[in-house]
């Protein structure tokens, strides 16, 4: 069937759903766009929002203490730092020795840092480089002991936990146990070196003579 204008019913029909259709695109792309452009406005919204923040700061200053000892054996003598090679000089007055003599010297210890410890007798060394000389060594006995002052230390001091032993002999722990230093020089550990030729040395040691050397070690920490 066709209308005046010589189009048929059927192409006009066809042309109305066309239109139809592509109106329901148009709209559908429009509904589309708007809701993405929502979601790019929602994004954009989200990413503009502002946390406010605040900070506690702390800091502190650390600083490592110092830790040295010093010592003397004359007691006018200020305390000074005696290393390898300056050895402290103890007053044994050991020149002259012969069988059954003994002689007696004091050295004190103290910090000369800012921190405490304790101080032990760690080594005892001597030379004996000639035949005389190793006799001597061989018939040489010591004891170590601390005592509360330098006119506690005399020939006949004696040690309640330690007998006299070879010159080179290292008190233990529990016969020499290791004493409190307290830093900033407040307090001073005396220790008595009693050195003897016993009644027994032979005629080999006559002329003899020994350098000893007493190591006396202070740790911390």
Do not use: K
Request: proline content about 6%.
């Amino acid at each position: 069937m066709e209308v005046g204008s010589g189009i048929s019913v059927a192409a006009l029909r066809s042309t109305r759903r066309e239109n139809r259709a592509r109106a329901r695109h148009l709209r559908s792309r429009r509904i589309r766009a708007v809701l993405a452009g929502g979601l790019v406005l929602g994004v954009g919204f989200t990413m503009t929002l502002a946390a406010w923040t605040d900070q506690e700061l702390a800091s502190s200053t650390v600083q490592a203490g110092t830790f040295s000892v010093s010592s003397r054996t004359v007691q006018t003598d200020p305390f000074v730092s005696h290393g390898a090679g300056n050895p402290a000089a103890l007053q044994l007055n050991a020149t002259g020795l012969y069988p059954g003599v003994s002689r007696a010297a004091w050295i004190q210890v103290q910090t000369s840092g800012s921190l405490g410890g304790t101080v032990t007798l760690t080594n005892v060394s001597a030379s004996a480089p000639g035949a005389a000389d190793q006799a001597l060594l061989n018939a040489l006995t010591a004891v170590v002991v601390q005592v509360a002052q330098p006119s506690a230390c005399t020939p006949t001091t004696t040690s309640a936990t330690m007998q006299p032993s070879p010159l080179t002999t290292v008190p233990t722990g529990a016969q020499l146990p290791p004493a409190a230093l307290q830093g900033g020089g407040a307090n001073t550990v005396t220790y008595c070196v009693v050195l003897t030729l016993p009644s027994t040395a032979t005629t080999a040691a006559q002329g003899g003579t020994v350098a000893p050397t007493w190591t006396f070690t202070g740790t911390t920490g």
